[in-house]
């Protein structure tokens, strides 16, 4: 079978796997942007330890969905390094629909830790955080605050240490947000894998038109051999 009567097969092939991924990009939205908040502060505070009393910031997030939150604890010069921390997230009624471990001896010290929680939430809708630990020995870490005024984030509403409202207080948190492609971005991803289609159009092409060379140079050795 020759090159010509298989070039359809493959460029049809090819345009489905082209289509398919635009599919993929608009309107299906597998390849997200990320957009990140955070505190503009450069100093913080510390609330008590987060053991058996926990830090609870309001917040109310600016798009719908959550990849990661990072939290910043205090270690009391490496005294607090074992046990879990827990993330449990709760609606504006109280009620906890989510939590997230993360071991305290891979979290850093006094620097913010991404805790991965891939969560769907309501953009504009009132949510609580939870930062408390489990199972940490001695002595618990600490969480580390800063001022709200001007600071930010945005998200930040009421910061709590227990059930005590800490005034102008925001948790050193950072929220990294997966948000829908530009335009741009989208054409810019459609682009690349036109791109790609095409060169691997071409290489087929020219991978069974130098097969067929080599075909017809045998054939064309063997007659003169004859």
């Known amino acids: 079978m020759t090159w010509k009567t298989k070039q359809p097969i493959y460029r049809y092939v090819i345009l489905f796997c082209v289509a398919a991924g635009w599919l993929l990009i608009w309107p299906a939205g597998v390849i997200k942007d990320e957009k990140i908040s955070r505190t503009a502060a450069d100093y913080s505070m510390n609330t008590g330890p987060v053991g058996e009393v926990a830090a609870i910031q309001e917040f109310i997030p600016q798009y719908d969905e959550i990849k990661s939150v990072g939290v910043d604890i205090g270690k009391l010069d490496g005294q607090a390094n074992q046990g879990t921390l827990y993330l ?18 891979e979290m850093k010290d006094g620097e913010l830790t991404d805790i991965v929680v891939n969560l769907k939430l309501k953009a504009g809708a009132r949510y609580y955080v939870s930062v408390q630990c489990e199972d940490f020995g001695d002595m618990p870490p600490v969480l580390h605050y800063r001022s709200l005024s001007g600071n930010g ?15 102008d207080a925001s948790a050193n948190i950072r929220y990294i947000y997966k948000i829908p492609l530009t335009i741009p971005q989208i054409l810019f991803y459609d682009s690349l894998i036109l791109l790609i289609g095409v060169v691997v159009a071409d290489l087929i092409k020219h991978r069974h038109m130098g097969r067929e060379e080599n075909e017809q140079f045998d054939e064309a050795g063997g007659e003169n051999r004859k």
């Open 153 to 167: 984030p945005l998200e930040n509403q009421h910061f709590y240490y227990g059930p005590v409202v800490i005034e």
């Open 88 to 105: 449990h997230f709760f609606d504006e009624g109280l009620q906890e629909f989510a939590s997230y471990p993360q071991k305290i001896s």
